[in-house]
């Protein structure tokens, strides 16, 4: 084979370029990111205005992450990359809780709160009371699990996307179960809303008539010593948006009936359980 690429030998000769120490585990994502990439290339045959269409995509994506913002983690949620990824690390027995996708607005150390606090800091919303139990693949408590609660506000919104508008902390608390493993919470019933749409991804979306929405989910995170920690959401039933979440993160057995109470103070309860597996 000679050394200089041609339409037919171009991601051969790319990979024996490789050095032969390489580490192995990169050596083989690398031949395949590019044999896959190739193989796309020769698929789309792309014309060289189109190629420069999505450098300049994916250099807008780039210039517009920062600390604050990943469009890139936004890009893999959109082609539901995240979600796979997810679900090929996180492969669990039945009975065991599902992750569902991280998403950007999770932020470390927000307060401990005491059990049956509310975390709804801005008057907003209706309330809800969480209850459940943090469980054991055996059907056993688990004492000194921590949730780690967030959800938007009512207008749909997280507080780290409205700073100095909304209370710092808004609809964020950590928990810790006690010897029964239960937790309780007064939340709001969280409201369905667009992810962040005025970058690139957002034109790309709205390019593929694709439209931005997430079915309204209250986020959870949950520890415990010796078990695989759960990243998930449980979603609000009858949402319009659990069929076309646009990060794909709906699984059924998160989707939760938000129940009336006869309690004017919090007319919703919704109640879920967390089962964790053994490391
Ligand atoms: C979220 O649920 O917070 C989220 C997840 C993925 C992308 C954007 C937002
Ligand atoms: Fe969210």
Same mark, same amino acid.
């Given at each position: 084979?000679?050394?200089?690429?041609?339409?037919?030998?171009?991601?051969?000769?790319?990979?024996?370029?490789?050095?032969?120490?390489?580490n192995?585990?990169?050596?083989?994502?690398?031949?395949?990111?590019?044999?896959h990439?190739?193989?796309?290339?020769?698929?789309?045959?792309?014309?060289?205005?189109?190629?420069?269409?999505?450098?300049?995509?994916?250099?807008?994506?780039?210039?517009?992450?920062?600390?604050?913002?990943?469009?890139?983690i936004?890009?893999?949620?959109?082609?539901?990359v995240?979600?796979?990824?997810?679900?090929?690390?996180h492969?669990?027995?039945?009975?065991?809780?599902?992750?569902?996708?991280?998403?950007?607005?999770?932020?470390?150390?927000?307060?401990?709160?005491?059990?049956?606090?509310? &975390?709804?800091?801005?008057?907003?919303?209706?309330?809800?009371?969480?209850?459940? =139990?943090?469980?054991?693949?055996?059907?056993?408590?688990?004492?000194?699990?921590?949730?780690?609660?967030?959800?938007?506000?009512?207008?749909? %919104?997280?507080?780290?996307?409205?700073?100095?508008?909304?209370?710092?902390?808004?609809?964020?608390?950590?928990?810790?179960?006690?010897?029964?493993?239960?937790y309780?919470?007064?939340?709001?019933?969280?409201?369905? %809303?667009?992810?962040?749409?005025?970058?690139p991804?957002?034109?790309?979306?709205?390019?593929?008539?694709? /439209?931005?929405?997430?079915?309204? /989910?209250?986020?959870?995170?949950?520890?415990?010593?010796?078990?695989?920690? &759960?990243?998930?959401? &449980?979603?609000?039933?009858?949402?319009?948006?659990?069929?076309?979440?646009?990060?794909?993160?709906?699984?059924?057995?998160?989707?939760?009936?938000? =129940?009336?109470?006869?309690?004017?103070?919090?007319?919703?309860?919704?109640?879920?359980?967390?089962?964790?597996?053994?490391?």
């Open positions: 084979m000679s050394d200089y690429l041609t339409e037919d030998n171009s991601a051969e000769t790319v990979n024996a370029r490789m050095g032969k120490s390489t192995p585990r990169l050596r083989q994502v690398m031949h395949s990111m590019v044999e990439l190739h193989a796309f290339i020769k698929d789309v045959e792309p014309t060289q205005e189109e190629w420069e269409v999505a450098i300049d995509f994916l250099t807008r994506t780039g210039q517009i992450s920062d600390d604050r913002r990943q469009e890139y936004l890009l893999s949620d959109v082609l539901g995240s979600m796979l990824v997810d679900a090929i690390n492969r669990r027995p039945d009975g065991a809780t599902e992750n569902t996708v991280f998403g950007p607005f999770h932020v470390d150390g927000a307060p401990r709160r005491a059990m049956g606090d509310s &975390i709804s800091l801005d008057g907003k919303g209706e309330l809800c009371l969480y209850t459940g =139990r943090v469980l054991d693949l055996d059907g056993q408590p688990i004492a000194g699990a921590t949730v780690d609660v967030w959800s938007d506000n009512a207008d749909g %919104y997280y507080d780290v996307q409205q700073p100095g508008e909304q209370p710092e902390w808004n609809n964020r608390g950590v928990f810790t179960t006690g010897a029964d493993g239960a309780r919470f007064v939340g709001i019933k969280p409201v369905s %809303y667009p992810i962040p749409n005025d970058g991804v957002g034109q790309m979306l709205e390019k593929v008539e694709r /439209h931005p929405w997430r079915p309204a /989910h209250m986020h959870f995170l949950v520890s415990a010593d010796g078990h695989e920690q &759960i990243v998930t959401h &449980i979603f609000v039933a009858g949402d319009d948006y659990l069929q076309s979440d646009v990060v794909f993160g709906v699984k059924d057995s998160l989707i939760v009936d938000y =129940r009336r109470t006869a309690n004017a103070e919090t007319p919703w309860a919704a109640e879920f359980d967390f089962v964790m597996k053994k490391l």
